[in-house]
């Protein structure tokens, strides 16, 4: 019997002991994901004032060299914004009037979102446009497009829509053609990460060209949260309302330079160059 008593106690403590490393091992796994933004988002490299036909911007996302494609929410034109002459180069018309939140180059052709859900692709200065249609569930309102290459889907972050404040990003698979429920931020992920819910309300989203993590613009409550291919939450900061009128579109070079565009809210509309900090 005390034998048996011993092995027993020899057991348990040898559970207790792998209990004890599982949970540190989670905590350090844990402590690792949380990390900083890698940029400096108080202190941008440049700020480019844009003229009066994207006041209203909306959507961003990198074309080519010294060159970004902007969409405004009012009308279906693409724009493409020279940052290095500082001046739209040229735009191409997809369409008419609508609520256009995203855009996206992909394999040679544009892509934009519509607050419903829908997707229109096109090649630039064509006339041949393509919708694909969201048929989201009703009252489920987007915006964010971005392109992951890593899966060749596009992402579409939701605004407004779904079971209390958990936030969807779809994701529409390029060669299947089938648009589903990608991933969910739970309402308690992101309470527990030190973010309000309620307040966040994606408005832009990105992938890094270099982690393939997941940047989340929100501009009710102003921030900027990074999700990996997880779906957790590894880092997420404040944006200064002075700094951030009402940010809208993100999105990055492939060198991993950061770009992020404001509505002008009455004033002119504007994007802002931050460098990134290895």
Not at 85 to 110: M, P, R, T
Not at 119 to 148: C, M, Q, W
Not at 228 to 244: C, T
Request: charged share 25%; aromatic share 10%.
């Amino acid at each position: 019997m005390i034998k048996i008593s011993i092995c027993l106690l020899a057991l348990a403590g040898f559970l207790s002991a792998c209990e004890s490393k599982k949970t540190q091992a989670d905590q350090v796994e844990e402590t690792a994901e949380r990390q900083t933004v890698p940029y400096d988002l108080k202190t941008p490299v440049k700020r480019f004032t844009l003229p009066d036909e994207l006041e209203e911007i909306s959507g961003l996302s990198y074309y080519k060299p010294n060159q970004l494609l902007c969409v405004q929410d009012e009308l279906a034109v693409a724009y493409i914004y020279d940052v290095k002459k500082e001046q739209i180069a040229d735009s191409s018309l997809f369409g008419n009037y609508g609520d256009f939140e995203g855009i996206e180059w992909v394999k040679d052709e544009i892509y934009t979102l519509k607050s419903n859900g829908d997707l229109y692709h096109f090649k630039p200065f064509s006339k041949s446009i393509a919708r694909i249609p969201g048929n989201l569930p009703g009252k489920t309102e987007v915006e964010g497009l971005a392109y992951d290459p890593e899966s060749d889907r596009l992402l579409i972050a939701v605004k407004e829509g779904g079971k209390k404040n958990d936030k969807v990003i779809y994701m529409y698979d390029l060669k299947s053609k089938v648009l589903f429920q990608g991933m969910i931020l739970k309402e308690q992920a992101l309470t527990e990460a030190g973010i309000d819910p309620k307040k966040f309300k994606p408005s832009g989203l990105a992938v890094h060209p270099k982690t393939g993590d997941f940047y989340l613009l929100t501009s009710v409550g102003k921030r900027l949260v990074v999700v990996n291919r997880k779906g957790r939450i590894v880092a997420s900061e404040p944006l200064d309302s002075k700094l951030f009128r009402q940010p809208e579109g993100i999105c990055f070079t492939p060198e991993g330079t950061l770009y992020i565009a404001s509505e002008g809210d009455g004033k002119a509309g504007y994007i802002l160059e931050f460098a990134h900090q290895p």
